[in-house]
């Protein structure tokens, strides 16, 4: 007989829209990342939503387009969402157009997390990969401002790819260890050259004490997974983000389950050993 996994009730938020009801936020700035990849800050116009955490994800509605899950990539202040948006359909192409002063819908808060407080005194080893770099964020600073030792292996196509590049000089001045690669260079570029795979070997310290967080493309989570297990690191200290075609975001529909899980509720973080045979599972 195969066991029911539990979970225990989703507490009422004290205040806020339903989950399915979208709460009205108005962009208060907007920054262009790359010539793909938008950053919103969102101002709540009504009640807010429920404080994301670092990892959680947030179903975003372009009026009259339609809506798309988005991870969140921080909390400024007075409740303000900071989501990066990379355009790749008509929702997020609406979403990135988007300019100071519209009104976006966001649902949510929705999924599990990375659970960095958990982590805490531990080796921490962050391996993003593309846009996967967004969702890492709030890793990043929650362990700075922790005083966690971090380090930062961030892979990208070219370096006009890469996010938050004023950041990652900011992160390093604050403590962590951050090493760039990009998977072609150009002329300016004397950084290193090939995938974020081939950072892990010299990143791992002390494999029993370290924590690693992925979040990429799935075949680039996939293989950094497989090195860092390969470099000693048990597979419940691997956290990976898996993204599935999620529509409801409240375990509703079903649109997003990949084996036993619904990623809406289930994911998208999970551990590694979790995720070893479902990362086989192709998205049709």
Not at 54 to 78: H, K, N, R, W
Not at 148 to 175: C, H, K
Not at 221 to 247: F, K
Request: charged share 20%.
């Amino acid at each position: 007989m195969t066991a029911v996994r539990e979970y225990p009730p989703a507490a009422a938020p004290a205040a806020g829209p339903a989950p399915m009801w979208p709460a009205g936020y108005l962009v208060a700035g907007r920054k262009e990342e790359t010539s793909d990849t938008v950053t919103l800050m969102l101002r709540p116009a009504g009640n807010p939503i429920e404080p994301p955490r670092p990892g959680q994800f947030t179903m975003l509605y372009a009026f009259g387009v339609g809506e798309v899950p988005v991870s969140v990539s921080g909390i400024g202040q007075d409740q303000v969402l900071v989501q990066t948006i990379r355009a790749v359909g008509a929702v997020t192409r609406a979403l990135c157009a988007a300019k100071p002063g519209d009104m976006i819908g966001v649902r949510g808060p929705f999924g599990t997390d990375w659970q960095v407080s958990a982590a805490g005194g531990r080796e921490l080893l962050v391996v993003a990969g593309g846009i996967g770099l967004a969702p890492l964020r709030p890793v990043l600073l929650a362990a700075l401002a922790a005083r966690d030792r971090v380090v930062l292996l961030v892979g990208a196509r070219s370096p006009r790819d890469l996010l938050f590049p004023r950041e990652l000089e900011t992160w390093r001045r604050r403590g962590a260890d951050v090493r760039v690669t990009v998977d072609q260079g150009d002329p300016g570029w004397d950084g290193r050259v090939g995938l974020v795979t081939t950072l892990i070997p010299d990143a791992v310290a002390d494999p029993a004490r370290t924590t690693a967080f992925v979040c990429g493309p799935e075949i680039m989570m996939r293989l950094s997974a497989q090195a860092l297990a390969d470099a000693g690191v048990p597979a419940r200290d691997i956290r990976v983000s898996l993204e599935r075609n999620m529509r409801c975001g409240a375990a509703l529909c079903g649109h997003c389950q990949l084996g036993p899980l619904l990623l809406c509720r289930d994911g998208p973080v999970v551990s590694y050993a979790e995720a070893v045979p479902l990362l086989a599972i192709r998205e049709l």
